[in-house]
């Protein structure tokens, strides 16, 4: 079997041409989407990371606002530009890029947005709307990884999904909404002892690790649907994910490719996020 590849850059697209259209609606009343984005400190991945959503507002009307900072900010400015942007009508979303340098407690500045403006659904406020089921921003990379699941036509609903990785921003909502989509939901991680041996049982894999080759062909199981999150570079510097696509690719039945799979559902899903954040601000005027 060749796996078929799921196109992250195709559904990308789709979803932005209709946050487009959500987005003119919105200004046309008075409401055009904000988000504003903060980076304090030079780490050049961060700021690549910032660059791209900031032009992904552009290209798709919304409106954004980017905040640098340098290394040596004390936390309570910081804290006190959020509490601003909180009372901010024109924004809807915030972001502070992560990670923060060492002396800024990153639990304390993520605490700070708004709930309602908390558009990387990192607060323990969204976490806890996720854990119980209730509406609430998601984050955006396992969000953008349900869609890219759904849009194989696979009914997740009863299959069992394998999820590597149990980090608070990946690994744990990604099970979360597996579960919520009635999934049977496997965590596995550094502690796991036969990692294959849940892999291999999984209709639906998703592997957040940050390792190369974590995932091989013989821990695959026929037709599965692999979602690879995992950003490495091999030693050219070439991009790769977790999953050894070459191999997998020969039993999966569905895979997405590293780059061009979840990297762009990632900023997507922040899109849709802002735009919904925007939409819930008319319910509350
Ligand atoms: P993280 O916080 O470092 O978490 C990695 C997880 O992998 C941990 O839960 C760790 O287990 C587990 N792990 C490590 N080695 C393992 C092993 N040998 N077997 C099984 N599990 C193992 O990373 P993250 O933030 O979740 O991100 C994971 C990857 O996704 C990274 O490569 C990151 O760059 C990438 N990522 C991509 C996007 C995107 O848009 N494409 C977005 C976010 C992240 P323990 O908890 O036991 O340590």
Known sequence: MTAKIIDGVALSRQIREDLGLRAQALAAQGRRPGLAVILVG?????AMYVRNKVKACEA????SVFEKYDAGLAEADLLERIRALNADAGIHGILVQMPLPRHIDPHRVIQTIDVHKDVDGFSTLSAGELMSGLPGFRPCTPYGCMKLIESTGVDIRGKHAVVIGRSN???KPMALLLLQASATVTVCHSATPDLGLHTRQADILVAAV???HTVTREMVKPGAVVID????RNEEGKLQGDVDLDGVREVAGWITPVP???GPMTITMLLVNTVEA????LLHT
């Not at 030079?42 to 961060?46: Q, V, Y």
């Not at 798709?60 to 409106?63: A, T, V």
């Not at 925007?278 to 601000?281: I, Q």
């Open 42 to 46: 030079d780490d050049p991945a961060s």
């Open 60 to 63: 798709h009307g919304l409106h």
């Open 169 to 171: 921003t990946v690994g």
């Open 210 to 212: 940050g390792r190369r």
């Open 229 to 232: 999150v995992g950003i490495n």
């Open 260 to 262: 061009g799979g979840v």
């Open 278 to 281: 925007a939409e819930r601000s």
